[in-house]
T-cell receptor, first 113, second 116 residues
Framework: KAGVTQTPRYLIKTRGQQVTLSCSPI?????VSWYQQTPGQGLQFLFE???????NKGNFPGRFSGRQFSNSRSEMNVSTLELGDSALYLC????????????FGPGTRLTVT | GQQLNQSPQSMFIQEGEDVSMNCTSSSIFNTWLWYKQEPGEGPVLLIALYKAGELTSNGRLTAQFGITRKDSFLNISASIPSDVGIYFC????????????????FGKGTKLSVKP
């Protein structure tokens, strides 16, 4: 069974631009969560989608948004990029509404210059 | 909010040695998980624990869910060079009444270096 895939793997953007990251969960998994990983803050929860609905949201500004499609694939968008948004963005999928046993993708490394 | 304190921050050990790391919190957790992350990759799930007092093994790895539900530890026996990486504990966040908060909270990680 294929794992979680994320595209692109690397991205360089300029301050003020916006970016869209994509995540395809493990086949059959309906819950997708997004995390931001930085050396200083570690892994921080952004939001979680289940059946195309955002069920939980972390403590991030409204510039961070996401959505989930009917095939469970998910995208996250960051608008008006800031230097501090440079991070590894990780997507994780799980089988059902319970969020334990999350399986992570390789991440998208975003650099904002 | 809930926080996980993971220790030690880093470890330098000799191949063949046993390793122990732990995670503590002032809050209770319903589930504890342990992940390993290698450079350029996402975290990989190693062990999941669901009941207080539960002891679970995965090869040379053993993890326990603390009886108070506020801590967990991970042991690695007879370490080998491929054990190198960052180990994270994670807990399923709980609300005040004990219900699931619906997201994972991660510790800051323990960086393991193994000298051949």
């Amino acid at each position: 069974k294929a794992g979680v895939t994320q595209t692109p793997r690397y991205l360089i953007k300029t301050r003020g631009q916006q970016v869209t990251l994509s995540c395809s969960p493990i086949s059959g998994h309906r819950s997708v969560s997004w995390y931001q990983q930085t050396p200083g803050q570690g892994l921080q929860f952004l939001f979680e989608y289940f059946s195309e609905t955002q069920r939980n949201k972390g403590n991030f500004p409204g510039r961070f948004s996401g959505r989930q499609f009917s095939n469970s694939r998910s995208e996250m968008n960051v608008s008006t990029l800031e230097l501090g948004d440079s991070a590894l963005y990780l997507c994780a999928s799980s089988l059902s509404g319970q969020n334990y046993e999350q399986y992570f993708g390789p991440g998208t490394r975003l650099t904002v210059t | 909010g809930q926080q996980l304190n993971q220790s030690p921050q880093s470890m330098f050990i000799q191949e063949g040695e046993d390793v122990s790391m732990n995670c503590t919190s002032s809050s209770i957790f319903n589930t504890w998980l342990w992940y390993k992350q290698e450079p350029g990759e996402g975290p990989v799930l190693l062990i999941a624990l669901y009941k207080a007092g539960e002891l679970t093994s995965n090869g040379r790895l053993t993890a326990q869910f603390g009886i108070t539900r506020k801590d967990s530890f991970l042991n690695i026996s007879a370490s080998i060079p491929s054990d190198v990486g960052i180990y994270f504990c994670a807990g399923e966040g709980t609300l005040n009444y004990g219900g699931s908060q619906g997201n994972l909270i991660f510790g800051k990680g323990t960086k393991l270096s193994v000298k051949p």
